[in-house]
C-alpha cells in the first residue's frame, strides 16, 4: 500500500513555491514575443523565421508532456520536479548564448523538455500532499503566478530589450529557477516513488507524434510562415497519431497516458469543458491586440496597456475563489462564469474606435475575473475525485489537453478571420474582428454543457458547499 506524506508536511507556502514553474514559462513566453525582432535580428534571421523557431518549445511540450506521470511515479515527484527546473534552466542559459538559429531551436527544445516536466509535475505533488478541504486554496495559490507572468511580462521585456540586451530575458529565469530548487528542497515534501510498469515505449512515441503534429500543425496554419501543406501534413500525422494511440491505450495494461481517467465524471467534465473554454479564450489574446492596432491604430504600447487590465481582474479572482466555490458549489459558479464570459467576449464585438478607454478597460477588467473563476474551477473539480495515486497521471492528462486546446485558438481565430474575409471580399477590418468574437463567444458558451451534466454536489468534498434540493 502506498504512504502518502501527511498534509501537515506541505509547507503553507508550497503552491507559491511550486508555482516557479508556471511562473518561469508564462513569463518566458509572454517576454520573449515582445523582443522577437530584436532577437531575429541578432541571430540574422526574419521575425517569423524565429516564431516558427519557437514552435520547437512547444513541440518538445507535446512530446514529453505525456511522459511527466511516468517519471514522476517511477522516480519521486520532488525529485523529477527539481530536475526539471534544472533542465528549464540549462535550456535558458543556452538560448542567451545562442548565436545562430539551429543552436537557438535545439536551446528552446531543452527548455520545453524541462516545461513540461514542472507544471504537471508540481500539480501532482500539491493534489498528493493536500486534502480535499484545502484544495482550493492551495490551487488557487498555486495558479496566481501563471496569471502574474503574463501582466509583468510584456513590459518586462520590453525595458530589458531597450535597456539592457535580449539575453537577459532568459538569464533572469536563472536565478528564479535556482531560487525556486531550493526552496522546493527546503519546504516541499518527499513524495515516494509509486511501484510502476516499464514505460510504455510504443505509446510514448505515438503520444508524442499525435501531441506535437497537432501543436504544430496548428501553430503553421495559425502564423502562415511556411507554405499550407506543411501545417495540413504535420496535423494529418497529429491525428493519424491519436486514432494510433487511443487504440492502443485500450490494449496496453499501462499505457503512458491513462485514458481509463475519463471514466470520472468530474475529470471527463472539466478536462472537455477547459478545453473548450480555452480554444476560445486563447482567440482573444490574438484577436484584441490585432483589432486595436490595425482596426482603430492604437500603437503597440497603447494596445498592450489596454489588454494587460484582463490579467489584472484574473489575479484578484484567486483570492475570492475558495468563498464563492464553498458558498455556490463548483457547478453554479462555473455555469455562471460560462454564461457571463460569453457575454464578455461578444461585448468585445461592440467595441468601436470612439469608445471610451474607461469601457473597454472595465469590460476587460471584468471579463478577466470572471474567466479566471472557470479556469480556476475546472482545474480543482476536475482532480476533486481522483485518487491520489493517480494524480500524476491525471495531471499529465490535463496537461496535454490545455497544450493542444491553446494552440487550437490562435488557429481557430485565424480561421474565423480567413473564412470572413472570403465570404465579405473585403480586407481585414474591424467587421472582421466583430464576427470573430461572436463567434468565439458561441465557443465559450458551448463549455458549459459538459458541466451542467454533473450534479449540483460535484466537489464538494473540495468546496465544502452543501447543495440544496
Known amino acids: 500500500m502506498i504512504h502518502f506524506p501527511p498534509v501537515c508536511a506541505l509547507h503553507r507556502f508550497a503552491p507559491l513555491i511550486l508555482a516557479v514553474a508556471l511562473f518561469m514559462e508564462q513569463m518566458d513566453s509572454t517576454v520573449i514575443a515582445t523582443s522577437l525582432p530584436a532577437i531575429a535580428a541578432d541571430l540574422g534571421v526574419g521575425p517569423i523565421t524565429l516564431k516558427l523557431a519557437m514552435t520547437s518549445y512547444l513541440v518538445s511540450l507535446g512530446v514529453f508532456i505525456p511522459l511527466s506521470g511516468w517519471a514522476a511515479d517511477k522516480f519521486g515527484a520532488k525529485r523529477v520536479f527539481i530536475t526539471a527546473i534544472g533542465v528549464f534552466i540549462a535550456g535558458s542559459a543556452l538560448c542567451a548564448l545562442a548565436t545562430n538559429l539551429p543552436f537557438f531551436v535545439v536551446a528552446r527544445f531543452l527548455q520545453g523538455l524541462g516545461g513540461a516536466m514542472t507544471t504537471p509535475v508540481a ?3 500539491l493534489l498528493r500532499s493536500t486534502d480535499k478541504a484545502n484544495l482550493v486554496s492551495a490551487m488557487s495559490l498555486f495558479t496566481i503566478p501563471a496569471v502574474i507572468g503574463p501582466l509583468v511580462g510584456p513590459p518586462i521585456g520590453g525595458f530589458i530589450t531597450t535597456y539592457f540586451s535580449w539575453e537577459w530575458i532568459f538569464l533572469i529565469n536563472l536565478p528564479v529557477g535556482a531560487i525556486g530548487a531550493i526552496l522546493s528542497l527546503l519546504f516541499i ?9 516499464p514505460l510504455d515505449i510504443s505509446g510514448f512515441v505515438m503520444s508524442g507524434l499525435a501531441a506535437s503534429g497537432l501543436v504544430f500543425g496548428l501553430s503553421v496554419i495559425s502564423m502562415a510562415a511556411l507554405p499550407p501543406i506543411v501545417g495540413v501534413g504535420a496535423l494529418a500525422v497529429g491525428v493519424i497519431s491519436t486514432v494510433a494511440f487511443i487504440r492502443h491505450a485500450r490494449r496496453h495494461p499501462n499505457p503512458v497516458l491513462d485514458l481509463t481517467l475519463f471514466q470520472v465524471p468530474t475529470f471527463r467534465a472539466c478536462v472537455t469543458a477547459g478545453s473548450i473554454f480555452r480554444i476560445a479564450m486563447g482567440a482573444v489574446p490574438f484577436l484584441l491586440p490585432l483589432m486595436l492596432q490595425l482596426g482603430f491604430g492604437l500603437s503597440p504600447f497603447h494596445s498592450g496597456m489596454i489588454t494587460f487590465i484582463g490579467a489584472g481582474g484574473a489575479l484578484l479572482t484567486k483570492f475570492a475563489a475558495r468563498h464563492v466555490f464553498h458558498r455556490f458549489g463548483f457547478r453554479n ?30 469590460v476587460l477588467f471584468a471579463a478577466g475575473f470572471v474567466r479566471s473563476f472557470f479556469f480556476t474551477g475546472v482545474n480543482i473539480l476536475g482532480f476533486a475525485d481522483i485518487e491520489q495515486e493517480l494524480s500524476g497521471r491525471a495531471a499529465a492528462m490535463n496537461a496535454v489537453a490545455q497544450q493542444i486546446s491553446g494552440a487550437m485558438g490562435v488557429a481557430v481565430a485565424g480561421i474565423i478571420l480567413e473564412l470572413h474575409a472570403l465570404a465579405t ?3 481585414l477590418g474591424v467587421s472582421s474582428f466583430h464576427t470573430a468574437f461572436i463567434a468565439i463567444a458561441a465557443l465559450n458558451l458551448l463549455a458549459a454543457w459538459p458541466i451542467s451534466r454533473l450534479p449540483a454536489n460535484a466537489g464538494a468534498n473540495v468546496s465544502g458547499h452543501v447543495a440544496h434540493v
Open 189 to 197: 515534501p518527499d513524495i515516494p516513488p509509486v511501484k510502476t510498469a
Open 123 to 125: 500539480r501532482a505533488i
Open 333 to 362: 459558479v462555473l455555469l455562471i462564469a460560462a454564461g457571463v464570459s460569453a457575454l464578455g467576449t461578444a461585448a468585445n464585438a461592440l467595441f468601436l474606435p470612439e469608445t471610451p478607454y474607461l469601457v473597454l478597460v472595465t
Open 425 to 427: 471580399g473585403a480586407p
